[in-house]
């Protein structure tokens, strides 16, 4: 894991089309922005674990329900 430290107004680039730009820092909480092309998913963290958790549930209940089938 790469850590880099910036501040307000700073940017960093991932590779040559995404930008991520610091816009503000207050405290412990950073707000920033992400310019990307459209075809680059940007999902948060806790919700990207809430699609995970909420899929591997269906798949067993859908595992649950056919073992029932037969």
Same mark, same amino acid.
């Given at each position: 894991m790469l850590v880099l430290s910036r501040k307000a107004g700073e940017t960093i680039w991932l590779d040559e089309d995404i930008? @991520?730009?610091i816009s503000e820092v207050k405290g412990e909480q950073v707000k920033i922005g992400i310019r990307a092309p459209q075809h680059v998913s940007i999902v948060r963290g806790e919700l990207r674990?809430? @699609?995970?958790?909420?899929?591997?549930?269906?798949?067993?209940k859908s595992r649950d329900l056919l073992g029932k089938l037969k």
């Open positions: 930008e @991520i730009i674990q809430d @699609i995970s958790d909420v899929n591997t549930e269906s798949v067993m």
